[in-house]
């Protein structure tokens, strides 16, 4: 059971290069989310959705754009990497916004920005 | 602005001691809070879910409490043992109350000594 996947799991980008971090889910969640993770800080929220064809920001989304065209995938994509997104991204999804739900979270991807 | 905080920042304790972990919010008109576990370069495990409506959630050796009226929640481990070792966070509904847009704490490491 895959649960929620992740790639690439470590990359290294030049200041104001181009790349998307990958996510998939097979829970068939209708919400998901991007997280980054800042050394000794708590998870910010980027960008979340909550189906397919609808996102919205989060806490912290410059910088950052996303799509939502299945159910299954949440791409986040970086268009111009500056140093101060070197973080570690982490895509979570859940079911409903009832209140009951877990979060699931996957294995994460470091970024560095050089 | 709901704000979260856990302390310690790091707790170091001999195998079998039970110990406490310690979560506390600002805004106390929450819906749910969870405790996640995450291990070094993994992702975030959801441990337990508390309802607002509930005061305590127990899963095999961890008891989560909630105190809404005081903002405060705890995490109570039995009997530790090294493979608890990790980074335990708290999360709380932020962002307008939407139940599943976290606000995390910074987390609180905890080594379990053999």
């Known amino acids: 059971n895959a649960g929620v996947t992740q790639t690439p799991k470590f990359r290294i980008l030049k200041i104001g290069q181009s790349m998307t971090l990958q996510c998939t889910q097979d829970?068939?969640?209708?919400?998901m989310y991007w997280y980054r993770q800042d050394p000794g800080m708590g998870l910010k929220l980027i960008y979340y959705?909550?189906?397919?064809?609808?996102?919205d920001k989060g806490e912290v989304p410059n910088g950052y754009n996303v799509s939502r065209s299945t159910t299954e995938d949440f791409p986040l994509r970086l268009e111009l990497a500056a140093p101060s997104q070197t973080s570690v991204y982490f895509c979570?999804?859940?079911?409903?916004?009832?209140?009951?739900?877990?979060?699931?979270f996957g294995s994460g991807t470091q970024l560095s920005v050089l | 602005k709901q704000e979260v905080t856990q302390i310690p920042a790091a707790l170091s304790v001999p195998e079998g001691e039970n110990l406490v972990l310690n979560c506390s919010f600002t805004d106390s008109a929450i819906y749910n809070l969870q405790w996640f576990r995450q291990d070094p370069g993994k992702g975030l495990t959801s441990l337990l879910l508390?309802?607002?409506?509930?005061r305590e959630q127990t899963s095999g050796r961890l008891n989560a409490s909630l105190d809404k009226s005081s903002g405060r929640s705890t995490l109570y481990i039995a009997a530790s043992q090294p493979g608890d070792s990790a980074t335990y966070l708290c999360a709380v509904p932020g962002y307008g109350g939407a139940t599943n847009k976290l606000i995390f704490g910074t987390g609180t490491l905890l080594a379990v000594q053999p």
């Open positions: 829970m068939n969640h209708n919400y």
């Open positions: 979570a999804s859940s079911y409903s916004a009832g209140g009951y739900e877990k979060l699931f």
């Open positions: 508390i309802q607002s409506s509930q």
């Open positions: 959705s909550v189906g397919a064809g609808i996102t």
